[in-house]
């Protein structure tokens, strides 16, 4: 494959406890898996030099160094190693560093054997994965789908590859419209779980009593409405990724359980008594500050941690140089071809402009005023005039107010004199969601309350609307 | 050590047989896992692990307390005793957190459920002898 000296099979284990050095040793061995144990870290890295090892166990507790400086040392001498790290409980932002640093996966003590020799073929997977002659030049290349060669996003693009290797968790932020679902697509078709399935399941557009039957799936007459089993999006992605968009919407009762799932990777389905084992990555998304849902008691700590594992923060799009024309290049000649129309760019006026704005819908506000561009004339380039007259009204981007969604329409307190605050609270409610297309978690941010807080008042209307 | 936690001891201070020590079927996945030889090396080397885990966590040193703890924490889980990985954690938690004096009240009800936890394993080392 290339010049240097290829690893070895051989499983490298640095384990200080001599019983579990057995216990680990005696899993593997039967599942025909080479090893050679260590039981310090000066013995572990004397090993290493000699094995090259592409797989190597490593605890975080050794007597003689920390277990973060050994892996360091270890990835330093061959970036290559896939080094799986073994804690127990108590050291989860310890893992939380090591994952950072490198490592593959975490293993939190005490794991069964089955768990163990999974972490090691996933391991081995992600290895056959990486062809090594190419990854420097793969490095400084773009990522497709997505466009733009700012060095923002080159950051991104080497973070998306970086960590698809692993198995961690990736917890991806950003305005929206940046790019988080497509973010999280590129981290799954990286990865050497690509032929498995890739789910997302958007939390935030599904009611809050429906989406513990949504994550985990049901049996049949578990509660009223279950007239059949359901699959949960969690069981579907066995085997491949799950994508948990709009994290920050799940309500705490059930973030609880997708922590424990999250620590032992089990689930059990609504209405069963018996855990069923899946095998899935996790990576989720949100348009929040996470920290803040922390520090506001709307999100568990312990799961931001066990999540937050490796952050990819998409910058807005006015924050990434020239990205805004190179894209819109791409696509204006792209969505042409697909109206038959002849657009071959934009002028240098548009340009200009596009430098200039905001865009406080990003990447997917661009898209729709292109489509609008390209569907309502014939080219051959994008010029100001054709541009949508309140895309022009927008406040340039020198103001530093945070971007709403949209324009928010300018309150008429005449129409709502005499009403009552329940009425008003409605009028609010009603014109906010027509103001987005029907969309509850985007109303819900605008009006900076839970998308559940919303479903309950729609489905109250509803109901008080049903004749008996 | 501080005799007066000693409550669980018999009257000759050897442990009363307390099979819920050990979760037997995490016990036995393990013991199953290679031939009898290794049955009863591991049983042996568990062994010896928890007495020199249970002396280290009466040291002077804390720093040493709360890692003996640690690492006591880690093999109890994985062999299925879980009333110790418990007492192990919290030792490890105070140990670190309130110091010397906070921890070796811990100490010696810790070192009770090691004792405890090494009478089941040598009853698992006997019957692999045995068998
Ligand atoms: N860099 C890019 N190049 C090309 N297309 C992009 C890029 N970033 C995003 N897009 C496109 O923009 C649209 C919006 O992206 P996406 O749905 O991933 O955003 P999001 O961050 O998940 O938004 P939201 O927070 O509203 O859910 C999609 O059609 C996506 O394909
Ligand atoms: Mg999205």
Redesign the interface.
């Known amino acids: 494959m290339n010049s240097q000296a290829p690893l070895s099979d051989t499983i490298l284990l640095i384990e200080?406890?001599?019983?579990?050095q057995?216990?680990y040793k005696?899993?593997l061995?039967?599942a025909n898996l080479p090893v050679e144990t260590c039981g310090t870290a000066a013995d572990g890295l004397a090993a290493f030099a000699r094995l090259k090892s592409r797989v190597v166990l490593l605890d975080l507790?050794l007597?003689d160094r920390a277990g973060l400086e050994v892996m360091k040392e270890l990835l330093a001498s061959e970036p290559q190693t896939c080094v799986i790290v073994i804690?127990?409980?108590?050291s989860i932002n310890k893992a939380v560093e090591m994952m950072r640093a490198g490592a593959h996966e975490f293993l939190v003590?005490?794991?069964?054997?089955q768990r163990l020799i999974n972490a090691i073929e996933n391991a081995r997977r992600s290895l056959h994965h990486r062809p090594r002659s190419t990854l420097a030049e793969a490095r400084i290349q773009v990522l497709p789908p997505f466009i733009g060669h700012s060095s923002a996003m080159l950051a991104v693009y080497d973070k998306i590859r970086s960590v698809a290797r692993s198995m961690a968790t990736v917890f991806i932020t950003g305005e929206s419209g940046t790019g988080k679902e497509l973010c999280a697509e590129a981290v799954h078709k990286a990865s050497a779980r690509s032929a498995g399935p890739f789910i997302a399941l958007n939390c935030g557009a599904i009611p809050v009593g429906l989406l513990e039957s949504e994550v985990f799936g049901h049996l049949r007459g578990s509660f009223t409405g279950a007239i059949s089993d359901k699959q949960g999006a969690a069981a579907a992605a066995d085997g491949g990724t799950l994508f948990l968009d709009e994290i920050c919407e799940m309500d705490l009762n059930l973030q609880t359980k997708l922590l424990r799932f999250l620590q032992t990777s089990t689930i059990t389905p609504v209405g069963a008594t018996k855990p069923r084992k899946v095998n899935v990555r996790i990576i989720c998304a949100t348009n929040r500050n996470p920290l803040e849902e922390v520090r506001q008691g709307r999100f568990r700590e312990d799961l931001y941690y066990r999540l937050h594992v490796v952050p990819i923060h998409l910058p807005p799009l006015r924050e990434r140089g020239d990205d805004v024309n190179e894209i819109a290049e791409t696509l204006v000649t792209q969505m042409a071809r697909e109206e038959g129309h002849e657009f071959s760019g934009l002028s240098p006026r548009v340009r200009e402009l596009f430098r200039n704005m905001a865009w406080p819908g990003n990447v997917r506000q661009l898209i729709n005023v292109l489509r609008n561009v390209v569907v309502l004339n014939a080219g051959p380039l994008v010029t100001p005039e054709m541009l949508p007259p309140d895309l022009l009204s927008q406040r340039p981007m020198t103001t530093r107010e945070p971007a709403a969604p949209t324009a928010p329409a300018r309150p008429v307190l005449g129409d709502l004199a005499g009403r009552t605050l329940a009425q008003i609270e409605r009028i609010v409610i009603e014109d906010t969601l027509a103001r987005h297309n029907g969309s509850v978690p985007k109303s819900a941010r605008e009006l900076d309350v839970s998308a559940s807080t919303l479903y309950r008042k729609l489905d109250a209307w509803s109901k008080a609307e049903t004749p008996e | 050590m501080n005799d007066q936690t000693r409550s669980n001891s018999g009257p000759d201070g050897s442990p009363e047989s307390d099979p819920a020590a050990i979760d037997p079927a995490?016990l036995d996945?393990?013991l199953s896992?290679?031939d009898e030889a290794?049955r009863s090396?591991?049983c042996a080397?568990?062994i010896?692990?928890f007495q020199r885990l249970g002396a280290a966590i009466d040291d002077p040193d804390i720093t040493k307390v709360a890692?003996s703890a640690?690492?006591m924490?880690?093999?109890a889980?994985?062999?299925?005793a879980a009333r110790l990985?418990t007492m192990a954690?919290s030792l490890?938690?105070v140990a670190k957190s309130l110091g010397a004096a906070a921890a070796s009240a811990l100490v010696g009800s810790t070192q009770s459920e090691v004792a405890r936890v090494i009478a089941v394993l040598s009853d698992a080392a006997e019957d692999s002898s045995a068998a």
């Open positions: 200080d406890t001599p019983s579990l057995m216990i005696a899993a061995t039967r507790m007597p804690t127990a409980n108590g003590k005490p794991f069964d054997d | 995490v996945r393990l896992m290679g290794m090396a591991l080397q568990m010896s692990d890692h640690h690492e924490k880690g093999l889980a994985t062999i299925g990985a954690r490890d938690t």
